[in-house]
C-alpha cells in the first residue's frame, strides 16, 4: 500500500540540528512532491515547504529560509528534511506528506507519514 | 494567529448536520483552491476535501466542501460520534507564496 515511514523521535539541544526521513513505498516515488508540515504541542499545523521528487525544486516558507533544506535521494525513495540552529519553539511533531501539486505545492496532501516528535531542550 | 480563520469549536448532536467555516482573502481561498483535513486525536492529519470540493477516494460521501469568495465550508452530515476530531483548512496563499492553514476547529459530537 501507498506509505510514508519516517524515523524516529529526537531530542537535541538548542543551536543543535536534526535530520528526519521520509520513505515513500507503494507509489511512482518521483511523480509526486513531498511537502514537510510540522504541529507544535497543543498547536495547528504550519508548513515548512516542498521538494520536488522528480527534479529537486523547492520552495521553503518564508519563516523558514536559511534553516531548512530537504532533499531527496530517488535511488531509496526517501526524502529527509534538515533544520538547523534549533530553538525551542522549534519542540514539534514533523510530518511529511505527499504533495498532490504538480511544479509547485498545491497545499492537498493524500498521504501522510506517522510523524516525528523532535524535542529541544537544554 | 493563522492566515486563515476558522472558528475554534463547533458541537452537534449525532444524525446531524454540522458546518465548519474558513475565511480568507484574496491572496488565498480567493484565488486558490481550499483543501481540509481531519485530525483525530495523536493521529497524523488526514485529506478529507481537495481542490475546494472533491472526495479522496476512500472518504465518506457524509463530507462536503464548498467556496464562495473568499471563504469556504466544510459540511458534515449524519454526525457519527467518530467524527469527533481536529479539523483543518488550507490553501495556498500568494503573498507568502506557499500554503496556509487555518487554526483548526475541535468538532464536539453531543
Known amino acids: 500500500q501507498v506509505q510514508l515511514v519516517q524515523s524516529g523521535a529526537e531530542v537535541k539541544k538548542p543551536g543543535a540540528s536534526v535530520k528526519v526521513s521520509c520513505k515513500a513505498s507503494g507509489y511512482t516515488f518521483t511523480s509526486y512532491g513531498i511537502s514537510w508540515v510540522r504541529q507544535a504541542p497543543g498547536q495547528g499545523l504550519e508548513w515548512m515547504g516542498w521538494i520536488s521528487a522528480y527534479n529537486g525544486n523547492t520552495n521553503y516558507a518564508q519563516k523558514l529560509q536559511g534553516r531548512v533544506t530537504m532533499t531527496t535521494d530517488t535511488s531509496t525513495s526517501t526524502a529527509y528534511m534538515e533544520l538547523r540552529s534549533l530553538r525551542s519553539d522549534d519542540t514539534a511533531v514533523y510530518y511529511c506528506a505527499r504533495d498532490l501539486g504538480r511544479g509547485s505545492s498545491s497545499g492537498a496532501f493524500d498521504i501522510w507519514g506517522q510523524g516525528t516528535m523532535v524535542t529541544v531542550s537544554s | 494567529q493563522s492566515v486563515l480563520t476558522q472558528p475554534p469549536s463547533v458541537s452537534e448532536a449525532p444524525r446531524q448536520r454540522v458546518t465548519i467555516s474558513c475565511s480568507g482573502s484574496s491572496s488565498n481561498i480567493g484565488n486558490n483552491a481550499v483543501n481540509w483535513y481531519q485530525q483525530l486525536p495523536g493521529k497524523a492529519p488526514k485529506l478529507l476535501i481537495y481542490?475546494?470540493?472533491l472526495l479522496p477516494s476512500g472518504v465518506s460521501d457524509r463530507f462536503s466542501g464548498s467556496k464562495s469568495g473568499t471563504s469556504a465550508s466544510l459540511a458534515i452530515s449524519g454526525l457519527q460520534s467518530e467524527d469527533e476530531a481536529d479539523y483543518y483548512c488550507?490553501?495556498?496563499?500568494?503573498?507568502?507564496?506557499?500554503?496556509?492553514f487555518g487554526g483548526g476547529t475541535k468538532l464536539t459530537v453531543l
Open positions: 488550507a490553501a495556498w496563499d500568494d503573498r507568502l507564496n506557499g500554503p496556509v
Open positions: 481542490y475546494d470540493d
